[in-house]
């Protein structure tokens, strides 16, 4: 289904391997819910691949608009980091972090598996990509084992803003690129299958620079209305 909202945050990395286990229940337990708790936040899943040696993990949030995500309410849960999320930051390696504004989001239902693509783009490339959003999304939603597509163009002025949780992460290296395309799929074999015709629709209207694509397995899904 298309994303909630008009925004969403888009999170890649790892977690050291001791920490693993705490993570997964560390984050559906407490920390999605708590996410999910601020005003604005509309849904939130977190997807895995455990064969990847590079950013295992993909997290994702909507949100209604990108205000909230630098809101007050959002800052001061960053700033004020519970006792379980200050244990577990130090764990995280290899971050990629953006606040995205939607571009275009299409597709019914959602899948059991996510590709996500991040891309870096040609000077002006940017331009095209917003203009062309729309027509990509139904194109992609529309091969066969997919079920949406959804491009966002990255808000870096948002994402840099330094909180104590960014300070507790302040070892890993988060990267920052230009706009992003999430794919949903029926499940890994129909996605992977589906990613040479993604990657060649993109190439064929966009300016790529370089390009960082996975698939992932869904893990986990809340929406807000579910927090209480």
């Not at 001061?76 to 606040?99: E, G, I, V």
């Not at 598996?113 to 990509?129: C, K, Q, S, V």
Request: some cysteine.
């Amino acid at each position: 289904m298309a994303l909630k909202g008009r925004a969403f945050m888009a999170v890649w990395h790892d977690i050291a391997e001791a920490g693993e286990a705490e993570y997964n229940n560390w984050h559906t337990r407490q920390h999605m819910p708590e996410r999910l708790g601020v005003p604005g936040f509309l849904a939130g899943r977190r997807a895995v691949d455990w064969n990847l040696k590079h950013q295992r993990w993909f997290t994702l949030y909507e949100t209604k608009t990108l205000e909230v995500l630098s809101s007050d309410d959002y800052r001061a849960r960053l700033n004020n980091p519970t006792k379980w999320t200050t244990r577990n930051q130090p764990n995280f390696l290899n971050f990629a972090r953006s606040a995205c504004i939607t571009s275009a989001s299409t597709g019914r239902g959602i899948g059991g598996a996510l590709a996500t693509i991040r891309l870096d783009l040609e000077p002006g490339g940017l331009t095209d990509f917003e203009a062309q959003a729309g027509k990509l999304a139904h194109r992609i939603a529309a091969l066969d084992g997919v079920v949406g597509a959804h491009l966002g163009v990255a808000a870096p002025d948002t994402t840099r803003v330094k909180t104590r949780e960014t300070e507790l992460r302040a070892d890993t290296g988060e990267d920052i690129f230009d706009a992003v395309v999430l794919v949903d799929g029926v499940g890994r074999r129909e996605l992977e299958a589906a990613m040479p015709a993604i990657k060649a629709a993109l190439q064929d209207t966009l300016k790529i620079a370089s390009e960082q694509s996975a698939v992932y397995d869904l893990a986990y899904l809340l929406a807000a209305e579910d927090v209480t």
